[in-house]
């Protein structure tokens, strides 16, 4: 497969049929879960794991599948989550530098929970109690790791990074940016508020991942458009601070933070697309069981970490 882009996707195209890992091709996805053991229905993350761990074993046989097999149709199959259950998803706390202050803040993650994971197509369901005072989308790159990696100087990131795909981290808030209850995961990590897709593209396919285009749709709406030239902490110290709080396998993930700068609040109905440069588009729907309404507003700078200034804006 040299000089082709290869995208790694999970997905099913028949009924009750097990999800199957393919190679995404211009008319359509090949199969390529046969070179792979399936995953257990009680660990959906271990095809991928495996894949990750024997990629450079497989390509030859990949590369054959790819040259001589019937693509299925893509509007004959539906995209999974091409990593369904990362046994550890970190994610950065903001890391833009949004023109809000000269000096870089201080690196700092979280760990997200991995049941919050969805994929493509599928559906952000609001928690039906109404302590969370709004819910946002983020759009961010998301970096899959090749492991173990563990101490990893900065220089030697790209040993960890087996790929790239995008995030959507959802945020329930409770004053402005203040992620709902404070100094905890928990806002963060509602059932379905990671969706990641809408597949893996190889790290040698993308040649810098700090020049790359990300941008966010809700209902047609762009709202995020920036790119990850702006990060505070740029990928390769990223890798080495994960690692060297802790041991990272195949198939995690570290997303890389988002520029706040167009952040806004979701609801019922809503439609979020989220295209990064060289990775592609995924789509994402939202249901509300309260049906609950706000008005969209806008982060548009550093004075609008102050929620009277959000509440200000989202009025007018």
């Known amino acids: 497969m ?11 195209h028949q009924p009750d049929a097990p999800p199957s890992l393919g190679v995404v091709v211009d008319d359509g996805i090949v199969d390529i879960g046969g070179l792979v053991a399936p995953g257990s229905p009680a660990d959906p993350q271990d095809a991928v794991r495996r894949l990750i761990g024997d990629f450079d074993d497989l390509r030859d046989d990949i590369g ?6 019937r693509p299925i149709p ?17 994610c950065c706390i903001a890391n833009y530098w ?9 690196l700092n993650m ?9 994929g493509p197509g599928e559906t952000i369901a609001l928690p039906a109690f109404e302590e969370p005072w709004t819910f946002m989308h983020e759009a961010e790159l998301a970096l ?30 409770g004053e402005g940016r203040i992620t709902w209850r404070p100094v905890s995961w928990l806002g963060k990590s509602f059932d379905t508020f990671a969706p990641i897709g809408p597949c893996i593209v190889t790290a040698d396919e993308i040649a810098d991942p700090n020049a790359l285009h990300v941008r966010l749709w809700n209902s047609g709406e762009l709202r995020h458009d920036y790119t990850t030239d702006d990060m505070e902490h740029r ?5 080495a601070f994960a690692t060297g709080v802790v041991t990272l396998e195949s198939g995690d993930v570290i997303a890389c933070g ?3 700068e167009g952040l806004g609040t979701i609801q019922d109905g809503d439609r979020l697309e989220l295209d990064i440069e060289g990775v592609g588009r995924m789509q994402v729907s939202v249901s509300d069981p309260l049906g609950r309404r706000w008005d969209r507003g806008i982060y548009a700078g550093a004075d609008s970490s102050n929620p009277d200034v959000i509440r200000d804006r989202a009025r007018r």
């Open 98 to 106: 949004e023109h809000a202050q000269r000096e870089a803040r201080p």
């Open 74 to 90: 893509a509007d004959a199959a539906r995209l999974l989550a091409p990593l369904p259950r990362p046994t550890t998803l970190l």
């Open 235 to 239: 990928v390769p110290e990223l890798v």
């Open 110 to 118: 979280f760990v997200k929970s991995s049941d919050a994971v969805i």
């Open 258 to 260: 988002t520029n706040h």
């Open 2 to 12: 040299p000089g082709a882009v290869v995208k790694i996707v999970r997905f099913t």
């Open 144 to 173: 899959v790791i090749r492991g173990p990696a563990k101490d990893l100087a900065p220089e030697d990131w790209r040993s960890a990074v087996f790929g790239y795909t995008g995030l959507i981290d959802v945020t329930a808030r």
């Open 64 to 69: 054959r599948l790819v040259r001589t097999s």
